[in-house]
């Protein structure tokens, strides 16, 4: 059992450090993610159509929302455990939410990670990562299965 535990251990170590050295050799590191998240909400911020939603549901949190994306970013990419929250549920009941805006929210980050980022592997790392979480937030939020269940479609 103790080297069960310790192998897992070991080879999650592993997993880790593979993660690290793959991110490090495209210029995403530690650092790299705090100043992407950074500048990225200090532009939200002045954003005219994300601005006052996040403002809405921030005013005075902005300094827990901060560290927390960092952990998510870090969490992702070095895929060290740092973020444990759900954020779908964090999206819900949020007032002025919109579909449209996930297109407003990606175009933003493009450009922040454009302009921070000279290595276009990083470039491609963030945007695929960040396409495919915005796709899942989409579908919870604005999608309902029962939609698409055709056993429930009324024939007429
Ligand atoms: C229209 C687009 C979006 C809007 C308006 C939005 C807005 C927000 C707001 C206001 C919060 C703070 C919630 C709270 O603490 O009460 C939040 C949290 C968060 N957002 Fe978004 N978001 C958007 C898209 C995204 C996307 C595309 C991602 C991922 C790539 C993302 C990842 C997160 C995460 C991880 C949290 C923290 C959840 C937690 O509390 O654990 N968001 N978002």
Redesign the pocket.
């Known amino acids: 059992m103790q080297d069960e535990l310790q192998a897992r251990a070991a080879h999650l170590d592993g997993i880790r450090a593979r993660a690290e050295a793959e991110m490090q050799a495209i210029g995403i590191t530690q650092p790299a993610i705090d100043r992407l998240v950074e500048t990225f909400y200090s532009r939200i911020r002045s954003h005219d159509t994300?601005g006052p939603?996040?403002e809405a549901?921030?005013a005075g949190?902005w300094d827990e929302?901060l560290p927390?994306?960092k952990r998510?970013w870090s969490s992702i990419a070095f895929k060290n455990g740092a973020?444990g929250?759900?954020?779908v549920q964090?999206?819900l009941g949020?007032d002025g939410?919109q579909e449209t805006?996930?297109a407003?929210?990606?175009q933003l980050?493009g450009k922040t990670v454009g302009d921070l980022f000279p290595d276009e592997r990083a470039r491609a790392w963030y945007m695929q990562?960040?396409e495919r979480?915005?796709r899942s937030?989409i579908l919870s939020l604005f999608y309902n299965p029962a939609m698409d269940d055709t056993s429930l479609k009324i024939s007429r």
Do not use: Q
Request: charge should be positive.
């Open positions: 994300l939603v996040f549901r921030l949190r929302h927390k994306m998510f973020y929250g759900k954020p964090a999206h949020m939410m805006l996930f407003d929210w990606l980050f990562t960040a979480i915005a937030l």
